[in-house]
């Protein structure tokens, strides 16, 4: 594959981006080695697992319910829940998307997690930019991720409690600081508030991710119903 | 699990979460190429990155307790006078940390 210049930069700025939150990724990958060495993975079935499933939370919950005999498919129904948003996620990048092949598409969208696609869809609102940033920062987080893992399944955990350090807040602190790229003007404050709200009150009523999927649909759809010139009006 | 048959259930769990996995990624992106491109869909597709983010923020920095609000706030806040997303982050996670080393 012959990369152009603009790939290339956008695949090394994709991978810088997200090396701060891919620290954090890397501690909790340790913790979550741990838990699989103790649950009797070996490190090769923890090693296909992150490069297959790619998913933070939905794997601590795999580990978490690995005990033999292995219920697999209560194990695949509840990663399809908690992994629900990425329904949502993966609608969301189809402008940037826009015009590439199928192939292109399939290959792309399997390193797309939470930390990356909120980077890329940041700077997607600033300036030009195509999937190779999404796919560098894919490639920094499945990178940490392994590495986290397989250091905590040799090793134990790295560190043992990433509270302490503030690390389990670095997710929050890196929405955070790009949410203002994400905000367009006065007619996002509805379906903004629509979003924080449901978002708080689905978190506290319901198990698992469900809150980012009610948060997210609620909003857009308060944005889709209530237009700025007036409700129902298109 | 070192019987064969408990060693194939292990690959058919990782292999049918995996599956499940990408299909949602790539079910997503798909699926919203067929949906129309004005009107209302226009309105729901372009407010749904925010909406999403929003939804990933607000429970978990609700959970972090009072710290954890001051330093959202202040994560805020940088990242609106600097534009700077590596200072604003490290900003909210040092106020966290040095909140919990402080016991609070």
């Known amino acids: 594959m012959v990369f152009t210049s603009t790939q290339r930069q956008d695949l090394t700025e994709g991978f810088t981006a997200n090396l701060v939150v891919s620290a954090s990724v890397a501690a909790y990958g340790s913790v979550l080695g741990l838990m699989a060495a103790q649950k009797g993975l070996t490190w090769y079935q923890l090693l296909v697992m992150n490069l297959s499933v790619f998913a933070g939370s939905a794997q601590f919950v795999m580990v978490d319910m690995w005990l033999p005999p292995l219920p697999m498919a ?15 996620i993966g609608a969301s ?11 292109h598409k399939a290959l792309f969208m399997h390193l797309v997690a939470d930390e990356n696609w909120a980077m890329t869809m940041a700077r997607f609102y600033k300036q030009p930019t195509t999937t190779w940033f999404l796919l560098g920062g894919g490639i920094c987080v499945q990178s940490a991720w392994c590495f986290g893992t397989l250091l905590g399944h040799r090793l134990g955990a790295v560190i043992t409690n990433p509270e302490r350090y503030g690390l389990d807040f670095s997710f929050v602190a890196v929405f955070t600081a790009l949410v203002f790229c994400f905000w367009k003007g006065r ?4 379906p903004w508030l629509v979003a924080a709200v449901v978002a708080a009150l689905s978190e506290s009523l319901m198990p698992g991710k469900w809150y980012i999927v009610c948060g997210g649909v ?3 759809l308060a944005a889709a119903l209530l237009s700025p010139r007036g409700i129902g009006n298109d | 699990m070192t019987s064969q048959s408990g060693d194939m259930l292990v690959w058919l769990t990782i292999f049918g979460a995996a599956g499940v996995t ?6 997503g992106l798909l699926l919203a190429e067929r949906l129309p491109k004005t009107g ?7 407010a749904l ?7 990933l923020i607000v429970p978990a920095a609700l959970a972090a307790g009072p710290i954890g609000w001051l330093a959202t706030l202040c994560t805020a806040l940088c990242s609106l006078k600097t534009g700077n997303v590596f200072l604003s982050m490290m900003v909210g996670i040092l106020i966290v940390a040095a909140g919990r080393w402080y016991g609070f």
């Open chain 1, 74 to 88: 209560e194990i695949i129904l509840a990663v399809l829940v908690i992994n629900m948003r990425y329904l949502l």
């Open chain 1, 93 to 103: 990048l189809n402008p940037l998307f826009r015009g590439t092949s199928l192939s």
């Open chain 1, 187 to 190: 007619q996002d404050v509805l």
């Open chain 1, 218 to 220: 609620a909003g857009a």
């Open chain 2, 22 to 27: 990408y299909s949602l990624r790539i079910g």
């Open chain 2, 40 to 46: 209302r869909f226009k309105r729901f597709m372009e």
């Open chain 2, 49 to 55: 990155p925010g909406t999403i983010l929003l939804s």
